[in-house]
């Protein structure tokens, strides 16, 4: 199995710019997590979806944020504008069922904001 | 909501000795403790996990333990190697209202020649 798979693996952009993390999940597995992980905050759930539909989106910080899965084979979480306080690693991770159960994460995204 | 605490922040131990992390929490609901490796540049790995109804689960150089009453848990590492250097974060969940995971501040460990 390739695990869950992430891109890029790195990005820089200027701030105001549009940023756009990819995610494929496990196949098989109908849960999906993106997470951010900073020094000062940890790891920090952003959204979870189930079966494609996003299931707890308290987590994303502001409306810059957003995060889409068209299919189970896919998501996507996006930011625009860019800010510096984005800079951060970004995970997605994913599991079977409804629920965290045994997650599986991606290598990450290291995103940096100019 | 959820609170884990998790201590030491960094821990350095020699290779063959033993290496604990402790983490405890709020909610006495928390059913589910799972324990993430994190390599540099990498994810978490999710290494071992226990359930409440179990006190204890082994598996070969690890170990986990839970005392449901005091709302604690904790990681044991014996025989350490170098490859055992990285940062370990506990979790915690509750099945029956499936809240997120809630992860502690994690632990470096350091485990030196």
């Known amino acids: 199995d390739a695990g869950v798979i992430q891109s890029p693996r790195h990005e820089v952009t200027e701030m105001g710019q549009e940023v756009t993390l990819r995610c494929k999940p496990i196949s098989g597995h109908n849960s999906l997590f993106w997470y951010r992980q900073t020094m000062m905050r940890g790891l920090e759930l952003l959204i979870y979806f189930n079966n494609n539909v996003p299931i707890d989106d308290s987590g994303m910080p502001e409306d810059r944020f957003s995060a889409k899965m068209p299919n189970a084979s896919f998501s996507t979480l996006k930011i625009q504008p860019s800010e510096p306080r984005d800079s951060a690693v970004y995970f997605c991770?994913?599991?079977w069922g409804v629920g965290s159960y045994e997650q599986y994460f991606g290598p990450g995204t290291r995103l940096t904001v100019t | 909501g959820e609170n884990v605490e998790q201590h030491p922040s960094t821990l350095s131990v020699q290779e063959g000795d033993s290496a604990v992390i402790k983490c405890t929490y709020s909610?006495?609901?928390?059913?589910?403790f799972p324990w993430y490796k994190q390599e540099l540049g990498k994810g978490p790995q999710l290494i071992i996990d226990i359930r409440s109804n179990v006190g204890e689960k082994k598996d070969q150089r690890i170990a986990v333990t839970l005392n449901k009453t005091a709302k604690h848990f904790s990681l044991h590492i014996t025989e350490t190697q170098p490859e055992d250097s990285a940062v370990y974060f506990c979790a915690v969940y509750n099945t029956g209202t499936a809240s997120k995971l809630t992860f502690g501040t994690g632990t470096r460990l350091q485990v030196t020649l």
């Open positions: 991770a994913s599991t």
């Open positions: 909610d006495s609901a928390s059913n589910y």
